[in-house]
């Protein structure tokens, strides 16, 4: 709803009350509707000064480009995995890497991509996000129209409405085969770069333990595996203590990590071929294609590995702001990058035997133990920062209902994004030893990290598209401009990392049709739980009678928190319960958790109530509304909140028209006062546990997903009660069947 309507219907509702004094109930729903807050983005330019916006650059550094900063470690040996033929295709090479680096992370992620953040977040669920809140598309029919006044709910939208727009929007609400495509594209965009979660840490440590062996003919490659081993599995063994300053720590090593490469690039470039920087013709480009035909498409997928890490620039974008990463790109990584590999053809010009430690090789004598170690650190940071990723994804994956429950630790206080999840850790820890023995190369590994990479791209490509069209209403000449360039591009260079499936790029794709099965299932039975109970849902007028029937002495002094995911209406467990344990408390609480299609809710803005009439009920709903990078374990504990929460609505819930009634005020603080009685009395948590098993006739594969792999991951993962951070002396688990 825009701000014109929604003033429009205020008016309107204000001057129907005017005309029938009969007073009219108020609740928090209708309350929230009627608040103006202010568009608090952290998002995207940096305010507060330049100081700040350099500082922010400066931590950036840390974080963001480790992957793409260390890929000159192994990418002239990704492409020339069998050797140079012809002197003028490392000039062919080196002229596809400077463009692919432009038109990539410069400018369809730095000056594209960025502007689609959602509130200042990143990443591929920020895309959907931001889709879902402009077009109905998600699965769960859990909307309220009381959402869209969340501060940070609406979309800054451009005045002029295309037909396009319209047209698009209205195909993607009325198709359900559209809205699968979508939450199927999110999965796997997920999935790919939890891939990347795995694959990093292998090639970015192996590579640089790699020049070990050119120092030493003792080194073998048993040795540099088990090395290489040794430190991921250390790498791993920190996460826990979390990265709370990860900006600072890693920001120096990085910073020096780019001038160092782009120092030795510089000289390089004038011993060893100063020409080399003709590569900026794209002729070189057409003639190497000319020269090798099908094996230059092929080593396409070496060239994928020059940009290995862009997707971050996207992804940690929260932790700092546009204009920070903008900055950090444009004045350090990229240029540095430049260098370091323009440095590196040159020196391959003259030694084009190198070419399988063209890194190492082309280093000056004095510098290379120093440059060694600070290799190893700046490998370690790039694994770092995809761990990270890796958690927090699975984050944003648990708050949309598509990943099973598993425990979130948040590391740091002051910065709620950083995550650390111990059954991820250790499930990637085995994954990255497993891989880097198997393969023990980074020639495989590449292959393999190849197609994880530009499928992300691609992926983000696509959603980008719709963005332009529904939301953005992008000219049609700038979206097939950007289609038919950078779109294609990455679609050129699929083909080619597909092309290597049998030697080792099988990797990813197998990673990825794990995950989305185990978020397919989690998904599909999740979204089934939820219509089961909206369609036995329990209405007010239900509730009323129930209690009136179950009620043959006095209520039981005490508060009673009943909690689920249902968002409309009253769950039908209550009535099982009620059937069971024919005994009610003073006050009731029907708690909801749902997941805004947001990164972030304001904490004044979570809370929303209903009371369930009549008021001597004491009957209340409560709807708590979460973003996807929200903090679910608050430091006050929820208990608190809720009733505090509760309290002001009480009060609210009492002003008529605004009028001051000292009456009203008397009888508002009386239910107050029972509330607070209540509470002190003992609080019960009741939680329901639904089994969950296929109904009878379902054909066989629903079988085996709900009766087998849904209960095999409920079984060996978190329970609710875990992740509603209830206390367990005082939580009631109210079991019961549904067939789905």
Request: aromatic content about 12%; some cysteine.
């Amino acid at each position: 709803m825009s701000t014109d309507a929604a003033t429009e219907a205020g008016s309107t509702a204000a001057a129907a009350l005017s005309l029938d004094k009969r007073p009219r109930r108020y609740d928090s729903f209708d309350i929230e509707s009627n608040r103006s807050h202010k568009r608090g983005g952290a998002a995207a330019d940096g305010g507060g000064g330049w100081g700040v916006l350099v500082q922010l650059a400066f931590q950036s550094i840390g974080v963001v480009y480790g992957d793409l900063g260390t890929s000159p470690l192994y990418v002239f040996a990704g492409i020339f995995s069998d050797g140079i033929k012809h002197e003028d295709d490392i000039l062919g090479v080196l002229s596809l890497i400077l463009y692919t680096l432009t038109l990539i992370p410069v400018v369809k992620y730095v000056f594209i991509v960025l502007r689609a953040n959602d509130n200042g977040d990143g990443g591929t669920f920020a895309l959907y996000s931001l889709i879902c809140r402009y077009a109905k598309v998600g699965l769960i029919p859990s909307e309220e129209e009381e959402d869209q006044n969340v501060s940070n709910f609406q979309l800054e939208l451009p005045n002029n409405r295309t037909q396009r727009a319209s047209k698009l929007k209205s195909k993607l609400e009325n198709s359900v085969f559209a809205k699968y495509i979508l939450l199927f594209a999110t999965m796997l965009g997920t999935s790919m770069l939890i891939g990347d979660g795995v694959l990093t840490p292998c090639i970015s440590v192996l590579s640089s333990m790699g020049g070990l062996k050119l120092a030493t003919k003792a080194m073998t490659q048993d040795t540099i595996v088990w090395t290489s081993v040794g430190i991921l599995i250390f790498l791993f063994m920190i996460q826990r203590f979390g990265t709370d300053k990860v900006g600072y720590t890693f920001a120096p090593v990085l910073t020096l990590w780019f001038l160092l490469i782009s120092g030795i690039g510089l000289y390089n470039i004038i011993k060893h071929d100063p020409l080399v920087i003709k590569a900026i013709n794209p002729k070189y480009i057409v003639e190497y294609f000319m020269r090798n035909k099908v094996d230059a498409w092929i080593s396409l997928g070496g060239v994928v590995l020059s940009i290995t890490g862009t997707e971050a620039l996207f992804a940690d974008v929260g932790h700092f702001s546009v204009r920070a990463i903008q900055i950090s790109t444009c004045g350090l990584v990229y240029p540095s990058i430049i260098l370091a590999y323009i440095g590196q053809a040159a020196y391959l010009r003259k030694n084009m035997s190198d070419v399988g430690m063209a890194f190492y090789a082309s280093i000056p004598g004095p510098m290379y133990w120093p440059m060694f170690v600070v290799a190893v650190l700046a490998s370690i940071i790039a694994s770092q920062s995809l761990i990270s990723a890796t958690f927090s994804i699975v984050q944003q994956s648990l708050s949309l209902g598509c990943f099973p429950r598993v425990k979130v630790v948040h590391t740091s206080t002051k910065y709620p994004g950083q995550v650390y999840v111990p059954e991820i850790n250790y499930l990637l820890m085995l994954a990255c030893v497993f891989v880097t023995l198997g393969f023990r190369d980074t020639i495989k590994i590449g292959n393999a990290y190849g197609i994880a990479v530009v499928f992300v791209m691609a992926l983000t490509s696509a959603f980008l598209v719709l963005i332009m069209i529904l939301i953005w209403k992008t000219h049609v000449v700038l979206i097939l401009a950007y289609a038919f360039t950078i779109f294609a591009l990455e679609l050129l260079y699929l083909s080619s990392v597909l092309y290597k499936f049998d030697q080792g790029g099988y990797l990813p794709l197998v990673f990825a049709f794990f995950l989305m099965s185990v978020m397919y299932v989690w998904n599909d039975v999740y979204r089934k739980k939820y219509h089961f109970e909206l369609d036995n849902k329990i209405s007010p007028k239900q509730v009323n009678e129930i209690i009136k029937d179950s009620i043959s002495h006095e209520r039981l002094p005490g508060l009673a928190i009943f909690y689920s995911e249902l968002v409309h209406g009253i769950p039908p467990i209550f009535k099982h319960y009620i059937a069971n344990v024919p005994v009610i408390h003073s006050v009731l609480v029907f708690v909801s958790f749902k997941s805004l299609p947001i990164s972030k809710v304001p904490l004044e803005e979570r809370f929303l109530f209903r009371r369930v009439q009549p008021k001597d009920l004491q009957v209340f709903r409560c709807v708590v509304r979460y973003g996807y990078k929200d903090v679910r374990n608050e430091e006050e504990p929820f208990e608190r909140m809720l009733v505090e929460r509760l309290k002001d609505f009480i009060r609210e819930d009492y002003v008529i028209m605004g009028v001051e009634n000292e009456e009203l005020k008397d009888e508002a603080e009386m239910d107050v006062e029972e509330l607070d009685k209540a509470w002190r009395r003992g609080v019960v948590h009741m939680v329901g546990e639904q089994e969950v098993v296929a109904a009878k006739g379902a054909n066989i594969v629903k079988r085996v997903m709900i009766d087998y792999a849904y209960d095999f991951l409920k079984k060996n993962l978190r329970q609710s009660n875990k992740v509603f951070d209830i206390p367990h002396k005082r939580m009631l688990k109210v079991g019961m069947t549904y067939e789905l």
